[in-house]
């Protein structure tokens, strides 16, 4: 009788313990993920209030609708780039690429109808959802960024990215490294953990900020997933 009532003792406090560990467990991992959520989000949130990014959308993946996405991206680029190597700012980008929507849309329809294609042009300046996308040797994590928008026809087509300021659209980064000019404007504008997060992510020795931007990555990339579901819910 008395070895079966110690039995239920340990019993007892066996479940006790499994309760309580699995409680303190559920708290700590808690815990843990609200840090690095916060972490994410300040993260980028730091990148997405420093820079401006440029987002073209094809008509539909047929390869003349691709090729007429990178030919409205070549017009553009080519009429804004002088304009854009005087702004010293994201605020001063802003404002030229605010006045300039009207001239940016009939840039793309003038190259539109030379291909006689009668598709519509709307162009925004305003927060889109980006993927993790590479430039060269630098890679900036998904979220949300200021970006100028130009949506060709039905805009279900491939997308093509990159960041007007600073004005990496401009750079050549063929050879897969991001001139350092450009880097240096990075530099200026973002803090150095953020700088240090998107040019060293690539490199293979800096296992610590690899895994600080896959936190980032991953927690931007839920809060991308959660918007587009709930998007499709209110339709």
């Not at 009429?79 to 010293?88: F, G, I, T, V």
């Not at 100028?148 to 997308?159: M, P, R, S, T």
């Not at 001139?179 to 490199?203: C, F, G």
């Not at 990555?217 to 997933?225: A, G, P, R, S």
Request: aromatic content about 10%; hydrophobic content about 40%; some cysteine.
């Amino acid at each position: 009788m008395e070895i079966k009532n110690l039995w239920k003792q340990w019993i007892r406090k066996e479940r006790y313990f499994l309760i309580s560990a699995g409680i303190l467990g559920f708290f700590i991992t808690l815990l843990i993920g609200y840090r690095t959520k916060g972490y994410s989000d300040v993260v980028q949130s730091g990148l997405s209030n420093h820079l401006i990014r440029f987002h073209v959308i094809a008509n539909s993946d047929a390869p003349e609708d691709q090729a007429l996405k990178n030919q409205v991206r070549d017009a553009v680029l080519e009429q804004m780039k002088p304009l854009l190597k005087e702004s010293n700012s994201l605020e001063e980008t802003r404002v030229l690429l605010e006045s300039s929507l009207t001239m940016i849309q009939d840039i793309a329809l003038e190259v539109i109808h030379e291909q006689d294609k009668d598709y519509s042009v709307q162009v925004s300046l305003g927060p889109s959802l980006f993927p993790t996308k590479q430039y060269g040797d630098i890679v900036l994590p998904p979220g949300e960024y200021e970006a100028l928008k130009i949506e060709i026809g039905d805009a279900v087509g491939q997308n093509w990215w990159c960041v007007m300021f600073p004005p990496l659209c401009f750079v050549d980064i063929t050879h897969g490294v991001v001139p350092e000019e450009s880097k240096e404007q990075l530099q200026n504008i973002l803090t150095e953990e953020e700088y240090n997060l998107i040019v060293a992510v690539d490199d293979t020795d800096e296992i610590p900020i690899k895994v600080q931007f896959k936190i980032v990555e991953w927690w931007q990339e839920k809060k991308i997933e959660t918007k587009q579901l709930f998007a499709k819910w209110t339709l």
